[in-house]
């Protein structure tokens, strides 16, 4: 993609450093950026923390500072403006409950302007959640159910929140994304639903993905490469390592996912960085800050 921005025709590249990471933003200008990197325009922000795997509350807290600086780059609503927060994924599998495991722990106050004005502080804001499972155990298109929520209480913005999937293993859970283009549920792993963006659904939508699987064929693929790059005669040809993967992983049409043995512990970091950004985000006034949220 280029070390700087300028080296790709209508792209710009900015990479900071903080204490336990680096954080990449790529800002596609316009048709010509988009044809290249095969993305709408848009900012994409990927934050790369390894300590996001382990339990070093000091590196989560600062992840979450991070994430919350660029969610409020994103955010240009005047401070009454409502915001729905949507889980995206399937709460019944781990890999698929970080976006359900966000909006569990992230603060509502919507309620609160009309039910309970008396608690309402300087500094908050009207937020909603919404964990809408999925098509297979609604029988409804996630984007529909976003949609009617969207129509009936009118947010200014939606910030979903979804499990995505890696290329390479070393990914998993080590990076959190960001972009104000929205998302397509399920798309990385073969599954892709109605698009989550703001021509579907009129308003604008910055989605948070964290990779929490990879597909058993790039696992293959880098394994054969590794293998054949240390020993005499090079690689094979790229098309006789594809059907060697694909006869391997045919058993489960070519789909197969792996996801590490201590995901539940993986999901649950990543769930209180999210939502612990959210908060100091969203809800600078509410007492307490957002500390809590990374209990």
């Known amino acids: 993609r280029g070390r700087a921005g300028g080296e790709i025709p209508g792209v710009a590249v900015k990479r900071e450093r903080f204490p336990f990471g680096l954080v990449t933003t790529v800002r596609i ?18 934050i790369e923390a390894p300590a996001i795997r382990t339990g070093d509350r000091r590196a989560h807290e600062d992840v979450a500072r991070v994430l919350a600086k660029t969610l409020q780059e994103f955010i240009h609503l005047p401070p009454d403006a409502g915001i729905l927060i949507v889980g995206l ?12 495991r966000v909006v569990e722990r992230c603060p509502v106050t919507r309620h609160l302007f009309v039910h309970a004005p008396q608690e309402v502080h300087a500094g908050m804001r009207p937020v909603s959640a919404l964990a809408p499972g999925v098509l297979g155990t609604t029988g409804i298109e996630t984007a529909e159910i976003i949609k009617g929520v969207v129509e009936k209480t009118g947010p200014g913005l939606i910030i979903a929140v979804d499990s995505l999937a890696a290329r390479n293993v070393e990914r998993i859970a080590t990076t959190i994304q960001v972009a104000d283009t929205g998302i397509a549920p399920g798309s990385g792993v073969g599954g892709e639903r109605s698009a989550i963006n703001e021509e579907a659904l009129g308003v604008k939508v910055i989605a948070i993905g964290v990779p929490t699987v990879v597909h058993a064929a790039f696992i293959a693929h880098d394994a054969i490469s590794y293998l054949f790059e240390h020993r005499p005669g090079g690689l094979p040809d790229e098309k006789a390592i594809e059907e060697v993967i694909q006869q391997l992983l045919s058993p489960f049409g070519g789909r197969l996912m792996v996801t590490p043995k201590e995901v539940d512990a993986l999901i649950h970091n990543c769930a209180r960085i999210i939502a612990g950004a959210i908060m100091q985000a969203l809800q600078p006034g509410v007492p307490g800050g957002y500390g809590s949220y990374l209990q």
């Not at 048709?31 to 990197?37: C, I, L, T, Y």
């Open 29 to 46: 200008l316009d048709e010509v950026g988009a044809a290249r990197m095969g993305r709408p325009a848009g900012n994409y922000v990927t």
């Open 89 to 100: 994924g399937n709460w019944n599998a781990t890999p698929d409950a970080l976006g359900p």
